[in-house]
């Protein structure tokens, strides 16, 4: 794959839970370099789209290129070298609670690759002084803050020098200066590492502060992908609800809602 080619190419990707229809034709690249925000309002769709991207879901319909590789087409070989590639951390942290936090970091490289325990020792310290977590790695899950663990989160799945990044719901839980230092150690990673990074939030501040192109999503569909400042002088309307934190109507067809709690599971 060339510099020039997408790193990520979605097409025209519908996805069901069930009968219900989560992902409506979603079409979008990421080119190298870039930090993709994916945000929309809870139950748009972003969760799903992130499970795809990773590779934990397979497209009803569509496609799904990542790095090169066709999603719904990948062998687990395939998939597997695919995901080496890939770094993720999750909304939660997701740091394994028996292990330390230095241990946790590790965790990639002695699964992944035949290094001897001292270049692991070294590669996971470095990453920690990358997310300013050095001289914390004798520290367990439960004795770091709620930013600290999504710091070292962030160093476990930088580890390998992933060429693409995803991070979930990043701020999600922290008070406004942790989650503006946290901003920072993105464009940081970005800037240092060359990383591709996609971010799915809906923190309206942090989005607008490290996004390079922001996708908002709607009820599973695309309503528009721009800059920063395109997005925010969007005239859609569902859009500025989004920004300016409206409450939307809530219409009830009580016909329709009989008609769910009556409905037989097929």
Do not use: C
């Not at 590789?69 to 080496?84: F, H, N, S, Y």
């Not at 699964?111 to 070294?122: A, G, M, P, Q, S």
């Not at 914390?136 to 060429?163: H, N, W, Y």
């Not at 607008?208 to 997005?231: F, M, N, P, W």
């Amino acid at each position: 794959m060339s510099a020039a080619e997408p790193v990520i190419e979605v097409r025209q990707l519908d996805a069901f839970y069930g009968r219900r229809r989560i992902l409506h034709g979603v079409d979008f690249q990421v080119m190298p370099g870039e930090i993709r925000v994916i945000m929309g309002a809870s139950g748009s769709g972003k969760s799903t789209l992130l499970r795809h991207l990773i590779g934990l879901q397979r497209p009803h319909a569509g496609s799904v290129r990542i790095l090169g590789t066709d999603v719904a087409k990948a062998g687990p070989a395939e998939m597997l070298a695919l995901r080496r590639r890939l770094g993720v951390s999750f909304q939660g942290g997701a740091l394994i609670t028996s292990m330390s936090v230095g241990e946790n970091v590790a965790l990639p490289l002695r699964e992944h690759t035949r290094l001897d325990e001292n270049t692991i020792r070294i590669m996971s310290r470095l990453k920690l002084e990358v997310v300013n977590l050095g001289g914390f790695q004798d520290l367990m899950p439960s004795q770091l803050s709620g930013g600290m663990v999504k710091r070292a989160a962030l160093a476990r799945a930088i580890v390998m020098d992933p060429k693409l990044l995803f991070f979930d719901e990043p701020s999600a839980g922290l008070d406004p200066v942790v989650s503006a230092e946290l901003d920072e150690l993105i464009l940081k990673l970005r800037d240092a590492l060359r990383m591709t990074i996609v971010v799915v939030t809906h923190e309206l501040d942090s989005a607008l502060k490290i996004a390079d192109t922001i996708t908002v999503l709607d009820q599973g569909r695309i309503l528009e992908t721009g800059s920063s400042v395109s997005v925010q002088a969007s005239n859609n309307e569902r859009i500025q609800d989004l920004f300016h934190r409206r409450p939307r109507p809530v219409d009830v067809d009580v016909d329709e809602y009989l008609r769910r709690l009556t409905q037989e599971e097929l």
